[in-house]
């Protein structure tokens, strides 16, 4: 027969110690706030209003241009790629020069 949830509860409390997640809240906040920063700075300039107020065509439509806006710019691929895959801490710098807002 099984224990009862409440035994098994307190022994992977045992196992595993109380109350501490993996990671801290702030920590994981700042990393996620880091990496939009960067990929705001990657799409600055870029028109990407289609995608909120346009159909699923509109938005289809904007994926072919939001490639080549990363990919004109240097380690644009790189920097992009690093800032959504990374586990590690923040990535690279976050503006790229010149353009429009």
């Known amino acids: 027969m099984t224990e009862a949830p409440a035994v098994e509860a307190r022994s992977a409390v045992k196992e595993f110690g109380q109350g501490e997640t993996a990671v801290d809240q702030e920590e994981a906040v700042a ?8 990929c705001r700075g ?10 909120t107020a346009g159909d699923a065509a509109a938005r289809l ?12 710019q240097e380690d ?15 990535p690279m710098p976050t ?7």
């Open 31 to 38: 990393a996620m706030l880091a990496r939009y920063e960067v």
């Open 42 to 51: 990657i799409f600055y300039g870029f028109d990407w209003s289609a995608w």
């Open 61 to 72: 439509s904007l994926l072919p241009a939001a490639q080549e806006h990363v990919l004109l």
């Open 76 to 90: 644009g691929k790189a920097r992009l790629s690093a800032a959504v895959t990374d586990p590690g801490p923040s």
């Open 95 to 101: 503006r790229v020069t010149g353009g429009a807002s």
